[in-house]
């Protein structure tokens, strides 16, 4: 499982803060602006977790297969309205589908929100970050 932080623009809304990984409440690691960080885990389903100094962590569920690589991306929860959900991906640098939260407060009071990346884009964004 590859977990990455695009390149933002600008600090918005905790998007230059450290999130911290974690799998199942274990934390794993932490990912910056231009990073990424690979968890190996056998197939199952787990708990994943992002979430900064300064807001409440965002949770969701992924279910991984044998042979299967994953890439999450942490950006900012969309919450707004589409345009302005489109400006703040644009400004904060995430993209991929927004994972569903486990519960729905994380989605207002979370400024790292989980995406799922298909195979391409993800493997394409690791090629252009570093490793933490």
Not at 54 to 78: C, D
Not at 82 to 100: C, E, R, T, Y
């Amino acid at each position: 499982m590859y977990f990455l932080r695009e390149s933002a623009l600008v600090a918005i809304y905790g998007a230059a803060a450290a999130a911290e990984i974690k799998i199942d409440g274990r934390p794993v690691g932490s990912v910056i602006s231009g990073t990424y960080l690979f968890v190996d885990r056998p197939p199952g389903t787990y708990k994943l977790s992002s979430g900064t100094a300064l807001s409440m962590a965002y949770e969701a569920e992924a279910r991984v297969e044998a042979g299967q690589t994953y890439y999450f991306g942490i950006g900012v929860p969309q919450v707004a309205p589409v345009g302005q959900n489109l400006v703040n991906q644009a400004i904060a640098g995430s993209s991929g589908q927004q994972m569903q939260p486990t519960s729905p407060l994380m989605g207002g009071f979370s400024a790292a929100a989980l995406y799922q990346l298909d195979p391409a884009t993800g493997a394409a964004a690791i090629g252009q970050l570093k490793a933490q």
